[in-house]
């Protein structure tokens, strides 16, 4: 039986984490692409590897929030716990899970981050611009709301 009180609290842990991943990401990344100048003397590797790092955080994340998953420990309750999970037949979760950033880092997460697709790999490198001119703290705000229901 899912206790849906845990759920919401540890889904909302994750919730507050990707927003401040978000904010991380999209200012290391501004820091990286200005340090790209000429005259700037800023650490680009140090810079393109926490970006790194921090894009593949918040793939993990959001995409887990996604998951549809099923985890039996000798046989008993589902451990995996989603948003998927909890409102999967929501309309308002359904809006947010059809959003185009959202599909994005699903895709991302099963086959570049969390798992690797040698045909994917060859194409598709995460790009942090789509990330970060995204709705995505927009929409991680939405599935918080739907946690104060």
Known sequence: MI???ASK?????IIENCIFAYDELCKVNKELTAGMSSNSNADVNHLGAMN???QDYLIIRVGGLFDKTEHRARGGDDEVVSFEKL???NNDYQKIKSENVIKYIIE?????V???NKNHVENNFPVT?????????DQLMNLQNLLKR
């Not at 611009?129 to 703290?137: R, T, V, Y």
């Open 3 to 5: 206790d849906v009180r």
């Open 108 to 112: 991302q997460r099963h086959n570049f």
């Open 114 to 116: 969390a798992h690797t």
């Open 129 to 137: 611009a789509k990330i970060c001119n995204s709705n995505l703290k």
């Open 87 to 89: 409102f999967s037949t």
């Open 9 to 13: 609290a540890i889904l909302n842990y």
């Open 52 to 54: 790194r790092m921090i």
